[in-house]
């Protein structure tokens, strides 16, 4: 359930129009959301294994930093802060806030109910760890009973079938067949985010070498079969070009079954999720900051924690102030391709840096079919990031540009720290 939950977002409730806007069959569809969580048990072990190898605060920051250099290890900190983390974010509470409206049919701008939620949340989680603990528990359970209801009721109202099987293919398979399928594997694979933090759980487990392996392939089987499910459910409902022409998919569905009056409530209990979300987010990202500013390469407030809440507030409200700036920049799809490219680069590197690490330390790596399935994780981030430049240049550079920009930026605080 802990790694379930580490997974399961918002994203599953808007990314399916993403996909069926790349690929037009539901075979296709289908077949990216299955492929998709498969990569994700790939990473989710060799990431468990570098927990392993290197129980260190920061996480991946850590597993650079001791493979590669302090310099890519800040470099993903850098674009953590600036592209990764608060991408994702904005993303997630656009998706909140075009849910919102859906429910609510407010005339305000959607960019307006996305900056008060932010805002509205950092002062949550300013006030303490404690509650925005309990927030997060809260809306873990909405979360739950709305994906429940979701499938449920969109399998036994919904009376007309709109799935079919044949054809498989949505064009002859070649390239640009295969640059399609990889376009419709950015919204997945951002929808899977959170596999890597899956190998957090070991401490927890009694038998870590033998109860994690099966932990993370059961939450992370669990979470393919509720995507499989919400989205055979959409296509079911919709099919493939009418869950392309929705934003809003699971209102789309909704409004099939029970009229104006279902996709109304959904969408207000998918809103309400998407907050928990953010309340996770807008807590776990700052621990890399604090790893950073600790070894002296990042703004030395990053480790100030309020004397009384012991929370970084400085991190926490930095990093919503820049959700807003990238929320009000882009649109859904941009900012997903915006993000994709630099989590999956670092996704790459953390996990090659298993290598480097096992070698180093002398121990074997535990990951299953280690080397060649680590090798082959490390051949689909490489494939993923190169595809998505390659088909959305203008997003993507920006990202890239980003990135580079921190290289003179870790010098100059280097010099500083000396």
């Given at each position: 359930m802990?790694v379930?939950?580490?997974?399961?977002?918002?994203?599953?409730?808007?990314?399916?129009?993403?996909?069926?806007?790349?690929?037009?069959?539901?075979?296709l569809i289908?077949?990216?959301w299955?492929?998709?969580?498969?990569?994700a048990?790939?990473?989710?072990?060799?990431?468990?294994?570098?927990?392993?190898?290197?129980?260190?605060?920061?996480?991946?920051y850590?597993?650079?930093?001791?493979?590669?250099s302090?310099?890519?290890?800040?470099?993903?900190?850098?674009?953590?802060?600036l592209?990764?983390?608060?991408?994702?974010?904005?993303?997630?509470?656009?998706?909140?806030?075009?849910?919102?409206?859906?429910?609510?049919?407010?005339?305000?701008?959607?960019?307006?109910?996305?900056?008060?939620?932010?805002?509205?949340l950092?002062?949550?989680?300013?006030?303490?760890?404690?509650?925005g603990?309990?927030?997060?528990?809260?809306?873990?359970?909405?979360?739950?009973?709305?994906?429940?209801?979701f499938?449920?009721l969109?399998?036994?109202?919904?009376?007309?079938?709109?799935?079919?099987?044949h054809?498989?293919?949505?064009r002859?398979?070649?390239?640009?067949?295969?640059?399609?399928?990889?376009?419709?594997?950015?919204?997945?694979l951002?929808?899977?985010?959170?596999?890597?933090?899956?190998?957090?759980?070991?401490?927890?487990?009694?038998?870590?070498?033998?109860?994690?392996?099966?932990?993370l392939?059961?939450?992370?089987?669990?979470?393919?079969?509720?995507?499989?499910?919400?989205?055979?459910?959409?296509l079911?409902?919709?099919?493939?070009?009418?869950l392309a022409?929705?934003?809003?998919?699971?209102?789309?569905?909704?409004?099939?079954?029970?009229?104006n009056?279902?996709?109304?409530?959904?969408?207000?209990?998918?809103?309400?999720?998407?907050?928990?979300?953010?309340?996770?987010?807008?807590?776990?990202?700052?621990?890399?900051?604090?790893?950073?500013?600790?070894?002296?390469?990042f703004?030395?407030?990053?480790?100030?924690?309020?004397?009384?809440?012991?929370?970084?507030?400085?991190?926490?409200?930095?990093?919503?102030?820049?959700?807003?700036?990238?929320?009000?920049?882009?649109?859904?799809?941009?900012?997903?391709?915006?993000?994709?490219?630099?989590?999956?680069?670092?996704?790459?590197?953390?996990?090659?840096?298993?290598?480097?690490?096992?070698?180093?330390?002398?121990?074997?790596p535990?990951?299953?079919?280690?080397?060649?399935?680590?090798?082959?994780?490390?051949?689909?981030?490489?494939?993923?990031?190169?595809?998505?430049?390659?088909?959305?240049?203008?997003?993507?550079?920006?990202?890239?540009a980003?990135?580079?920009?921190?290289?003179?930026v870790?010098?100059?605080w280097?010099?500083?720290?000396?």
């Amino acid at each position: 359930m802990l790694v379930m939950n580490g997974i399961i977002g918002a994203g599953i409730f808007i990314n399916p129009y993403v996909v069926a806007k790349q690929v037009h069959t539901s075979p296709l569809i289908l077949g990216a959301w299955l492929l998709g969580g498969v990569v994700a048990i790939a990473g989710a072990f060799i990431y468990a294994d570098l927990a392993r190898l290197l129980p260190e605060v920061g996480g991946q920051y850590a597993y650079l930093r001791e493979a590669y250099s302090p310099l890519v290890a800040f470099l993903y900190g850098w674009v953590l802060l600036l592209v990764i983390q608060t991408g994702g974010m904005a993303a997630v509470t656009i998706t909140f806030a075009k849910y919102f409206l859906e429910g609510t049919h407010s005339a305000v701008p959607i960019w307006v109910i996305a900056v008060v939620s932010i805002a509205a949340l950092t002062i949550m989680n300013c006030f303490g760890v404690r509650s925005g603990g309990t927030l997060q528990s809260g809306l873990m359970v909405v979360k739950v009973v709305v994906i429940a209801m979701f499938v449920v009721l969109g399998m036994v109202y919904v009376k007309s079938s709109n799935l079919a099987f044949h054809p498989v293919l949505d064009r002859p398979f070649g390239g640009g067949m295969l640059s399609a399928f990889g376009g419709a594997m950015a919204p997945v694979l951002f929808s899977y985010a959170g596999w890597q933090t899956a190998s957090f759980v070991g401490g927890e487990l009694k038998n870590p070498g033998k109860d994690l392996p099966r932990g993370l392939l059961m939450g992370v089987g669990g979470v393919i079969a509720i995507y499989l499910a919400v989205s055979f459910v959409c296509l079911r409902a919709l099919g493939p070009a009418g869950l392309a022409a929705t934003e809003t998919p699971a209102s789309s569905v909704m409004r099939a079954a029970f009229g104006n009056t279902g996709a109304r409530l959904i969408a207000v209990a998918i809103a309400i999720s998407a907050l928990g979300f953010l309340s996770q987010g807008l807590l776990t990202a700052p621990r890399v900051y604090f790893a950073m500013a600790e070894d002296g390469v990042f703004f030395r407030e990053m480790a100030w924690l309020h004397p009384a809440t012991r929370v970084p507030v400085f991190a926490i409200v930095l990093q919503s102030v820049l959700t807003m700036v990238i929320l009000l920049s882009g649109t859904f799809e941009q900012i997903l391709n915006y993000v994709v490219v630099m989590d999956w680069t670092f996704f790459g590197l953390s996990a090659a840096s298993l290598f480097v690490l096992s070698k180093a330390s002398g121990t074997k790596p535990r990951v299953p079919g280690h080397p060649y399935t680590t090798l082959l994780f490390c051949l689909a981030c490489a494939a993923i990031v190169l595809n998505t430049i390659y088909r959305y240049p203008a997003h993507t550079g920006v990202a890239i540009a980003i990135m580079l920009s921190g290289v003179p930026v870790y010098y100059l605080w280097r010099r500083r720290a000396a």
